[in-house]
Structures are given as C-alpha cells and as structure tokens.
C-alpha cells in the first residue's frame, strides 16, 4: 500500500460498531488546525473557601493505582482534549483546588501555553499542591515520530507546561503523518499524508528521554493489543500505561486484560462518551441518557457520570474526564464513596456494544470518511 494515497472509505469496525463521531473540530479537511500561543484568556477567579477540599476529599481524590515504574498514578484526572484556550486556565485551577492531582494533556490540542501559567501559578510550596503530588501526562504528536524529533517535541512540550519533567509521556497514535511542522498534512484530495517511520525507533528515542530525568515514565496510546506488543519486542523501558477510549459503550475488557497481563495500567479517555462532537450522528446513543445508567444514581445519591466513573474506579481503570465547569470537575473528582455490588457492575458491564465516539474524520470527495481506516496500522481495524 502506498502510504503517501491512504484512500479511506466510511464503515464499521470489525466487531460492528459504527463510526460515526470526529476526533475534534480540528480534524476537518478545509479548516487547517491553529494553536496559538496565546488567546482571550479567563480570569481565573480567586481561590473561594469551598475550594479547599477537606482532608477527606483529598484523600478520596488522591486515590491511585501502583504503576510498575512505582509511581502512584491518581485513578480521575481532568482531561483537557477540546478545552479551548480562554476555558482550559480556570479548568485547571477548578481541578486543582478541587483535589485533583492528575492533569492529562497533549501537544496537538493547542492549550498548554495556557495550562502552564495556571500549574506554575498553582502548584508549588504554600499552593493548592506540591510538584510531586501531581501527575502530568503529555503525548507525542504523528509528525513527530523520527527520532531526532522526539526530544525537541518534548522539550517544547515541557516550555510550553512550564515543567522540568513529565510524569508520563505517550505516543499518541501508532501511525506517524509526514515529517514538519503542519500537524495534520494533507494531499491534494484531503487524504493524510503518512510517513514510514517505525513507531520501535520512536519508542528507542523516547527512552532516552527517561535517563536525561525529563519524563518518569513512559506508555501509549490508541492501540490495539498487537501493538503494543510491537515496542514489548524491543524495550529496554517497558511502557507504563495505554490510554484508550473507554466507557461501557466500549468496555475494552479484552485490551484492558491484555495490558494488566503485560504490566500496564489502563487510562480511558472519554469515559462519559462524547455528546460534543461537531459532526454528531443523531442515531448513536448518548452514554449519560442510557437507562442501564439512569438506574443506579438514586441509589447512591450520585450523578450518571459519577456512576460511570465509578465503575472505572472499582476496575481499577484510570478516568480523565473533560469538563470545564466547577461543579462538574468536583463532581468528578468526588466518586470513591459508593461501591457497586458485583451485579451492579454486571448490569454496567453488559452495556457494552463496542461503540465508538472517537474516530478522527475528514472529508474527501465531499464525504465525511474515517481519516486513517486505510492504514495498516489503524487499530479500529483490530479485534481488541
């Protein structure tokens, strides 16, 4: 296969689910994606009493599983995929004053120049928390992948954080677009342009990352179990956590199986679904209205997604859920109290359709088609 045409058609996976949501806004053919450093920002307000959570909160928001590098990894962090910038800074500072200490971020969606000034602003001797209770992840983007880049993108990373290392650091998809600064290069057609790196070379010049003290551990994410198989062939660091989207649409039990039995911790991205995509189809089912949700928060006195945050809690899969309100990030970080009977979790379990939100899209021949189906590496394309 020519990976310079990738011809991509619309469709399903291979279990039948239907792939029908964006990736994010950015991923459109004829609106190239722009980060700016800087944009409208919001004052961030000052820090109110009931921002500092009680011991108990924080104990609750604290929880975490072991990773086999010996980090404590907290078990809700807040994600910042399609967090613009303006709404991303007081996101964060909700989040930390909350009692979360797990902030998950990535080079391609353009906020961390603004997420930077808000850790630098908020973490540290006498503020919301120490450097060394938090837990940054960051991720590598697809034009990236050669070797000789992976430093200076982690580096600039890093600047634009205002870090001196990561706590985690991921390959964001198995696949690398062509070599530049364009994050998302394009052919004539509106088919991506991909690159032949091999992701095993990437991953040897991300361990040198680990020895020069800039991230503490390494990992994956949006793959299948064969891939992350591949790297497991040839590390000398062994990846640390994959993150996935998942949620009881798209359980993953298989993948999240596979990974424990290779010693790595599971995060799931979009753990509540997502109902904000910009090319929703009206026939896909909305996650939070699901009536096998809806039956339990009477019962526990919680929200529908503090029960599905739950169920990840009690399998001891990692959640970092978006939201750029108050009240919801306090809802979310505040999810440890209640413990599902094992046919509780059944009855979530059984939820699953293997439905995925998340599959980036484009247009081509005035058709909105999954952007990378045609790859060889794509992991839709893969049982589990």
Request: hydrophobic letters at 35%.
């Amino acid at each position: 296969m020519d990976l310079q045409r990738v011809v991509v058609s619309a469709g399903r996976d291979m279990k039948g689910s239907k792939l029908s949501r964006d990736f994010a806004t950015y991923f459109t053919l004829n609106a190239r994606a722009e980060f700016p450093a800087s944009s409208q920002q919001l004052q961030s307000p000052p820090l109110r009493r009931e921002d500092n959570p009680s011991a108990k909160e924080r104990g609750n928001a604290a929880s975490s599983v072991l990773l086999h590098t010996g980090q404590k990894m907290p078990l809700i962090g807040l994600g910042t995929w399609k967090s613009n910038p303006g709404q991303v800074k007081a996101a964060v500072k909700y989040a930390l004053s909350g009692g979360c200490r797990h902030i998950d971020c990535a080079a391609v969606y353009g906020n961390a120049t603004e997420i930077g000034p808000d850790l630098k602003e908020n973490v540290g001797p006498g503020k919301a928390g120490s450097r060394e209770e938090l837990f940054v992840t960051s991720k590598l983007w697809n034009t990236k992948h050669h070797p000789e880049d992976v430093e200076s993108a982690l580096r600039k990373t890093l600047a634009d954080l205002q870090l001196e290392y990561l706590d985690l650091y991921l390959i964001h998809w198995p696949y690398a677009f062509e070599q530049g600064d364009d994050p998302f290069p394009k052919n004539a057609d509106g088919t991506i342009r991909y690159d032949s790196m091999d992701c095993k070379e990437t991953w040897k010049a991300l361990e040198a990352l680990g020895a020069k003290g800039l991230v503490r551990a390494l990992g994956l994410s949006n793959r299948s179990s064969r891939q992350i198989d591949d790297p497991l062939s040839v590390a000398s660091v062994r990846p640390a956590v994959l993150q996935v989207e998942c949620h009881p649409y798209l359980a993953q039990h298989e993948l999240i199986a596979h990974c424990q039995a290779r010693g790595l911790g599971v995060t799931a991205c979009s753990p509540l679904g997502s109902s904000d995509g910009a090319w929703c189809d009206p026939d896909e089912p909305v996650l939070l209205e699901e009536p096998g949700v809806l039956a339990l928060p009477g019962k526990y006195g919680q929200s529908p997604a503090q029960i599905l945050l739950g169920w990840q809690v009690q399998r001891k899969v990692i959640s970092i859920p978006k939201s750029i309100t108050r009240p919801r990030i306090r809802q979310n970080i505040h999810v440890f109290d209640s413990t599902f009977s094992p046919e509780e979790m059944k009855q979530l379990d059984s939820l699953n359709k293997s439905c995925r939100y998340i599959v980036p899209l484009l247009m081509v021949d005035g058709k909105r088609v999954p952007r990378d189906a045609g790859h060889p590496l794509h992991p839709f394309n893969d049982l589990y």
